[in-house]
């Protein structure tokens, strides 16, 4: 029973593609968000969801945008890939914006 | 920037031996939280500090926070070869996270 789940796990593309992450979370919590884990490890938020309302929106590229279809899911959409989008994209839920996060396992992109 | 930073970088030790990871970070905060990360995988949430607490426990875990030198320490005691993994700290401010770098920890059996 996987709480956070994303697919794919990886993704490897060419530079100019337009490619989606989805993500999915059965524990009912009312928040999602999208993180960007670099190679130094460094873990940025990208966006937040609360309630399908975008809450928080960091200074990303308009390439990117998040689809939430409902509360349960937060898909992220990235048009013309760049060799700096490469990276590892983490899928993350909460019941509240202050309460503990339960991450996915993880999205490494790799564009060529 | 309000990003949490964790010292070491790096941390090596036997097992048994206890580990010790430090936290400092830029601006108030209503409570800190501990992460783990495996290897190729999702963080996983460890411990959750409030800003009015000095000191928590949690099974061979111990973290402390010090507000007014903006601080925390995550100890691991008796450590495994199991706690292999890279630690992050968490501040919540504005609505949001921001982690830190991480100690990436390796515990030798």
Not at chain 1, 51 to 67: D, G, M
Not at chain 1, 90 to 100: G, H, L, M, R, V
Not at chain 2, 34 to 60: M, T
Request: net charge neutral; proline share 3%.
């Amino acid at each position: 029973d996987t709480a956070v789940s994303q697919t794919p796990k990886y993704l490897v593309t060419q530079m100019g593609n337009d490619k989606s992450i989805k993500c999915e979370q059965n524990l009912g919590h009312d928040t999602m968000y999208w993180y960007k884990q670099d190679s130094k490890k460094f873990l940025k938020i990208m966006f937040s969801y609360n309630n399908k309302e975008l809450i928080i929106n960091e200074t990303v590229p308009n390439r990117f945008s998040p689809k939430s279809p409902d509360k349960a899911h937060l898909n992220l959409h990235i048009n013309s890939l760049e060799l700096g989008d490469s990276a590892v994209y983490f899928c993350a839920s909460s019941q509240t914006y202050n309460s503990p996060l339960h991450f996915g396992n993880g999205t490494r992109l790799t564009v060529t | 920037s309000q990003q949490g930073e964790e010292d070491p970088q790096a941390l090596s030790i036997q097992e048994g031996e206890n580990a010790t990871m430090n936290c400092s970070y830029k601006t108030s905060i209503n409570n800190l939280q501990w992460y783990r990360q495996n290897s190729g995988r999702g963080l996983v949430h460890l411990i959750l500090i409030r800003s009015n607490e000095r000191e928590k426990h949690s099974g061979r875990l111990r973290v402390t926070l010090d507000t007014s030198k903006k601080s925390s320490s995550l100890l691991i005691t008796a450590s495994r070869a199991a706690d292999t993994a890279s630690y992050f700290c968490a501040t919540d401010a504005e609505n949001q996270f921001y982690f830190g770098t991480g100690t990436s920890l390796t515990v030798i059996p």
